[in-house]
Structures are given as C-alpha cells and as structure tokens.
C-alpha cells in the first residue's frame, strides 16, 4: 500500500536531512501587509544554507498552491501567547512586505483566554474559523488561572479538542542542535554537538483520547481512574507511513517507539510498523526501542537517532526530553497536520504563565514555526528559508532572550519585542536566499 495522503506526502518530502549544511493587533483583523509591495531583487547573490532543512524540492505539491493572499487563523492563546505572537507578526509583517504577498491574519480564542471570553477552550467559532483558513498559527496555551477547572474547562482539553476536530494526527517536532546555542545545553559539548533528530509523534490516538475512560467509585467505596491506552491498526499505519516517508528524506533511519515488553498495544504498534516499513520503505533501517531505553539514550547518546517515531504519550514525554537537548524549549517550533485541510504550526513551548506580559519570554520558536507554516502550508519555501536564516543570524548575532542566555557568553540580552525586532531588521535587510531546487 502507498501512501496516500497527498498533503502528508507533501509535507514530509520536505524534511530533509541536510548532511552539508550544517503587530499584534488588538482588534480582531489584522492584515499584514495590505499594500504589498513587489517582492525584492531576487538575485541569488547569497546562496546561504540554513541548518533547519534542505531546499524544498516540490512546491507545486503544496497543501495551498502559492497565492497573493492567504488567510491564517492566529491562535494567541494564553501567558506568553499575545506576546510571541505579537513579535512574530511584526517578523511576518516585514517578511509579506519584502516579497510581495499578503498575510491576512484573523485571531481566534483557544485555551485559557477561550475559557474566560467563551467558557468553551476552544469554542465551535474557533474550530469553524480554523478550518477555513489556509493554515494556523497557534501560540500556547494554559495559566493558573484555569488549573483547577473541571477538565472540561482546562486549556489543555481546547487544545486536545482541535488535533481531534481538525483531524491533526502526524505531530513532527525536530529538535536540532545549532551551533550557537550547544552551550545552551545542559550536556556536555562532544554529547549535542550535530545533533539532528526529528520525533514523529502520533497526535490523535492512544490514552490521550481512548475510552472507556474515568474516575469511578467502586461498591467498597473506593475509587479507581482509568484510562485505554488503545490504537487500531490503520492510526498505527498512517503515522508510520508518515514516519517512514520523513525518515526517507533524512538519514534513513528510524526508531519505532514501544513497551512492547509489557503492553499488548505496544505490541500492535510494533508489528504494524514493521509491516508498513519493511512493505513500503524497504530502504529505511527500521529499529525499535523500549520507551524506558528510549529515554536513557537520549540523554546518554542522542546522535545514534534520526527519526524517532512514537504513540502520543510516549512522543510527549520524549520530544519535552529532546527538545532539551537543544537547549531550550524556548527555540523549538512544530507541526501539526492530518490528510486534508489546514496544518497547525506551533511551538512546542508552554505559556510560561510565571513571565508571562514581562517581556522576557523567547519568540524565535513561534517565528521558527510561521517558518514550518509558510513552506509546508503555504507554497513558500524561499520565504521559509529567508525567516529560518534570519532567526540564525541573529544569534550569529549574539542576542539571547534569557532562557538562551549564558552567564559568561558575553551575549546581549534582550526581551521578546526587541528580539523580534532583531529578526524583523534581518528579515529586511538580508538577500533572500538562493532560489531551492
Ligand atoms: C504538548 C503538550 C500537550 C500534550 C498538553 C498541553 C495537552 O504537552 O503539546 O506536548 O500533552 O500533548
Ligand atoms: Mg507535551
């Protein structure tokens, strides 16, 4: 069987491996860049490699052909949320102006801030909006605030809600190790040094949505909660489907993800994906690994993974423990995508409610994720590039936000708006990057 689903075909022949490189607005439209202007001298002059991916080989393949204007939902979300996605707006508003496109951005409520306005985390004009769009960009979500609501009315389950609605079943969180944050890293230099893996997570099975699930009261009276970790044959298909096809375009080698020494769903998952890599990926070295193992050798020799492909709750646990690796969750974006309709592309990061509205937090995910939405969603790999070599330079720069920044680095020190501000002047200045092939 082959895979079928055009748009995650699309989207993971994009994940490449490279080897050699190594305004916010208030009010509820915002349009950024209604007068485009015609895009810059395109003239290849600075064939710059970015370290986040290899060129983009199928732009006709897009899930949205290229367009003048495109409409995105911008999720803000809670804590940190109004914040990042203020900057990275400002980044999206110079980058529209640059090369003459439109970005006409409307915002939705999701999360906490859904609660509140709505008292739904994410309210059915929410999910309408989203699917009606061309992509989303969602921020983070989740506060105090709201942590001791009923489920039903936590942030977290607004967030749960919209990867089931909106179908969003593949999660790909690459977690990349750049040269200039490897001291960033709580481990040792020769340990993160070229580290490059990419972690598949599956996002709308297992305990996360299975029934039956709850907190009963047995006739003794005590009680007992419980959960089904659960997964049919065809979820465990169409991720490693998806797996194998974004493992083909790296190093070709994959890790299956499992507890198959102890649970018969990790058992399922483990024959299932045998089966669909050795049927449609016989190129891919295909190993699997205990999620106990797993979480050890991450720490103890994360360059022996390349892709690593896993259920939902074991890919939560391992992509927070990868992203780690890299420094800071503070520079890890991701995407989110099902068969058909919009991706969401996001942050991996939390709303960090303790610094939330001081200007402290870090953008440079939430601008690395309008990356990811502009060349997987929209058509736009060259502006991907520009923005991904933007966010490089400026820690070539050496300007950190704090959860970057070491002590004796030397680095400056800057806050949220002045790093997206940073980004933006680069945006500006820099000559777009050599046309991809
Ligand atoms: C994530 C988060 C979510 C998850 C929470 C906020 C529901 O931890 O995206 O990794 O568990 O999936
Ligand atoms: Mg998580």
């Not at 709505?118 to 105090?144: H, K, M, R, T, W």
């Not at 190790?177 to 890293?185: E, T």
């Not at 599956?202 to 659960?230: A, H």
């Not at 942050?347 to 997987?376: E, T, V």
Request: hydrophobic share 40%; net charge negative.
């Amino acid at each position: 069987m082959k895979l079928q689903i055009t748009k995650v075909a699309f989207f993971t022949l994009l994940l490449h491996n490279n080897n050699n490189n190594n305004s916010h607005n208030t009010s509820n439209v915002v349009v950024v860049n209604a007068f485009a202007v015609k895009a810059s001298n395109n003239s290849n002059k600075f064939a710059y490699k970015s370290s986040f991916t290899t060129p983009n080989k199928s732009t006709n393949l897009a899930a949205v052909s290229r367009k003048d204007a495109y409409s995105i939902t911008l999720l803000p979300g809670d804590g940190i949320g109004p914040e990042i996605t203020a900057a990275t707006c400002e980044v999206l508003q110079t980058l529209t102006k640059k090369c003459g496109f439109t970005l006409e951005m409307k915002e939705a409520l999701i999360g906490g801030a859904a609660i509140d306005a709505a008292n739904d985390p994410f309210p059915q004009e929410s999910l309408d909006q989203c699917l009606s769009s061309d992509s989303v960009l969602l921020a983070c979500i989740g506060g105090y605030k709201w942590d001791n609501n009923p489920r039903e009315l936590r942030p977290e389950s607004g967030l749960l809600k919209m990867r089931k609605e909106m179908g969003l079943f593949a999660n790909l969180r690459p977690a990349k190790v750049l040269k200039q944050l490897i001291d960033a890293s709580t481990l040792k230099r020769e340990v993160v040094e070229g580290v490059d893996i990419m972690v598949v997570r599956e996002l709308t099975g297992d305990v996360y949505f299975g029934t039956p699930k709850g907190i009963d009261t047995l006739p003794s009276g005590e009680r007992v909660g419980y959960n089904n970790m659960i997964y049919s044959e065809s979820e465990i298909q169409r991720i490693a489907q998806v797996a194998g096809d974004v493992a083909s375009k790296r190093q070709g080698r994959l890790c299956s993800i499992d507890k198959a020494n102890v649970l018969d769903v990790s058992q399922l998952w483990k024959e299932v994906v045998t089966e669909v890599i050795t049927d449609e990926f016989p190129e891919i070295e295909l190993s699997h690994m205990y999620v106990d193992n797993a979480a050890m050798q991450l720490i103890r020799w994360p360059k022996q993974f390349d892709t690593i492909v896993c259920g939902n709750i074991f890919g939560d646990i391992l992509s927070d423990e990868a992203s780690m690796l890299v420094g800071s969750l503070g520079m890890l974006p991701s995407a989110s995508i099902g068969s058909s309709g919009p991706g969401v592309f996001e942050p991996c990061h939390g709303s960090a409610p303790d610094i939330a509205g001081q200007d402290k937090s870090n953008p440079l995910a939430m601008i690395l994720s309008a990356a990811m939405m502009l060349r997987y969603d929209l058509d736009r790999s060259a502006e991907a590039d520009l923005l991904e070599a933007a966010v490089e330079a400026v820690l070539d720069q050496g300007v950190r936000t704090a959860d970057i920044k070491q002590e004796t680095d030397n680095c400056e020190l800057v806050g949220c708006k002045e790093m997206g501000e940073r980004v933006a002047k680069l945006v500006e200045t820099m000559d777009m990057p050599a046309t991809t092939v």
